[in-house]
């Protein structure tokens, strides 16, 4: 009768797999670097684990940057659309001005 994870946990005598006489920690993943090239890592999990969550940390701040440059874009956009509609509105006030003046100036004569 075989006993699974016969070393587990034996870090000082780490048995470097995963197997029937390994330990459960012992993982292997693939890595991709910056060039696009994929290797096949294997370590031990608890020395894996930093890495990984310096991983996922760096991973979960792009899409708030994503998310902040997308609304820098829109309130740049909806600043012009403000600005134009305020000219618009200028322009309009200005000419009913103009209107109502005429308006009364007709009224008086």
Request: net charge neutral; aromatic share 4%; glycine share 8%.
């Amino acid at each position: 009768m075989t006993q699974n994870y016969r070393n587990a946990m034996n870090c000082r005598k780490c048995p470097g797999n995963n197997g029937p006489d390994g330990c459960p920690v012992w993982i292997e993943y693939t890595e991709t670097n910056a060039n696009g090239e994929t290797r096949l890592t294997k370590e031990c999990g608890h020395q894996a684990w930093p890495k990984f969550m310096g991983h996922v940390l760096a991973a979960s701040n792009r899409p708030a940057a994503a998310i902040e440059s997308t609304r820098n874009a829109l309130v740049e956009a909806l600043n012009g659309v403000g600005q134009v509609l305020d000219n618009r509105v200028d322009q309009s006030v200005a000419k009913l001005a103009q209107d109502s003046v005429a308006l009364i100036g007709k009224d008086n004569a």
